[in-house]
Every structure is written in C-alpha cells, then in structure tokens.
C-alpha cells in the first residue's frame, strides 16, 4: 500500500467512524468530536486526492472540510 493509499483510507475511515458513531447513537452529530472526525478525516481524503491528481474528489473532500470546519466554529463549547 503506498503512502497516497494509506492516507486516503484512513481520511475515508476516520468520515465513516464519525457517520457510524452518530447512527447508533454513540456521538452526537453535533458534538465537536463528530466534526473533528469529518474536519480531520476529509482533510486526508482530500489531500490524499490531490496527490493523484483526482480533482472530482478534491472538490467533494474540500467542500466536506469546509462545511465540517463551519460546523466546528459554531458549536457552543
């Protein structure tokens, strides 16, 4: 597995354990951590696309930082 593979399926990984922790209820989606999960694990994911030069997913990874950022923020600690 190359550097690029590992990066990308632990961004993918940390997305899919924020939306399985969510749906059964173990975090809430609104809870920093859920965002935190998404703002680190598309970070990755992006980053990892970036390095094969995949743009849709740039785009879609990128968008998903973006929004998971603004979630963060305005969460009350």
Not at 33 to 62: D, H, K, Q, R, T
């Amino acid at each position: 597995m190359s550097y690029t593979d590992i990066t990308g399926t632990v961004g993918v990984g940390l997305i899919l354990l924020a939306y399985f922790c969510n749906t059964f209820g173990w975090i809430n989606g609104k809870d920093r951590l859920f965002f935190l999960l998404n703002i680190i694990g598309a970070g990755l994911a992006c980053y990892a696309s970036v390095l094969i030069n995949y743009w849709p997913f740039v785009i879609l990874e990128g968008t998903w930082f973006l929004v998971s950022l603004v979630g963060f923020i305005k969460v009350k600690t």
